[in-house]
């Protein structure tokens, strides 16, 4: 399917769902549902295992009533739980996977949609989460223009010794201090902290997770679960957030095959040496 038909048939998945949200469920009294969804043991159709609904703005009495204990045997079940895996379809993402997928009322009245259950984010990460990431956008120019860094630059992590080397053109430009962020699974569209991560050294670990430990706004709920599902674009923020609150130099983000690592970068310096030759 072409981009553009793959377009339109989301568009119209959920102008069609839309209708029913705000029909049968309440919509314009929350801004998210997330919508769990598995297949039978047996085989067969997916079918609806939980709804929960979160960002309550308006008439909690009408949302209570859309979402009582009656709801299971609502005919908009089947409907959504079709449509939810018709758009991980068009996502390229496979419903099991991902457990389900997220509608958003947007507050321009129409709806959005994301793969996974993706929860509404915390006060203190939701509100600082348009300025960090500008700020963190403001960093990587002022990095690239310090150090020359282009788009032929090639990186060296040193998990062991915490660092990283940027180079160019066969030229060591920059070396850091890297500490361990997290890692941004595609297929799950899940985010994992680096302080759980099994597969480094313990003490690449511990500077990981004291990273989150020192970051004082604990109203933030983000940082005290090991795992959990997000979007890409909401692991950058997420990632910024952290280079923010620790006052890094910058986020090192490497992509590989099924997702994302991020680093935090400190202590950015000029490299004085020619560049080893990577793998």
């Not at 062991?160 to 569209?189: H, N």
Request: proline letters at 4%; a negative charge; hydrophobic letters at 45%.
């Amino acid at each position: 399917m072409h981009d553009v038909d793959a377009r339109r048939a989301r568009e119209e998945i959920l102008d069609e769902v839309g209708a029913l949200l705000r029909d049968q469920l309440a919509a314009e009294e929350w801004g998210r549902i997330l919508i769990e969804v598995v297949r039978p043991a047996g085989g067969g159709d997916l079918v609806v295992a939980g709804i929960d609904v979160e960002d309550i703005g308006g008439d909690e009495a009408r949302v209570d009533s859309a979402f009582g204990t009656e709801s299971a045997a609502r005919p908009i079940l089947p409907v959504l739980a079709k449509a939810t895996e018709a758009l991980c379809a068009l996502e390229g993402v496979a419903p099991e996977d991902v457990q389900g997928g997220t509608f958003l009322h947007l507050a321009t009245g129409g709806f959005e949609w994301v793969p996974g259950l993706v929860h509404a984010p915390s006060a203190p990460f939701g509100g600082a989460w348009d300025a960090v990431v500008e700020g963190l956008d403001r960093k990587r120019r002022a990095l690239e223009a310090r150090f020359a860094l282009g788009a032929s630059e090639r990186c060296d992590v040193d998990v062991e010794k915490e660092s990283i080397a940027f180079s160019s053109a066969g030229q060591l430009r920059a070396v850091a201090r890297a500490t361990l962020l997290g890692t941004y699974s595609g297929p799950s569209r899940t985010w994992a902290w680096g302080g759980y991560n099994e597969s480094v050294p313990e003490h690449a670990r511990a500077a990981a997770a004291a990273l989150v430990d020192e970051i004082l706004e604990r109203g933030t709920w983000e940082l005290s679960t090991p795992c959990f599902q997000i979007d890409e674009r909401g692991a950058w923020a997420l990632a910024a957030f952290v280079c923010d609150r620790a006052r890094g130099d910058g986020v090192h983000c490497l992509r590989k095959e099924d997702g994302l690592v991020f680093w935090l970068l400190r202590d950015v310096r000029e490299g004085t040496s020619v560049a080893a030759p990577y793998a």
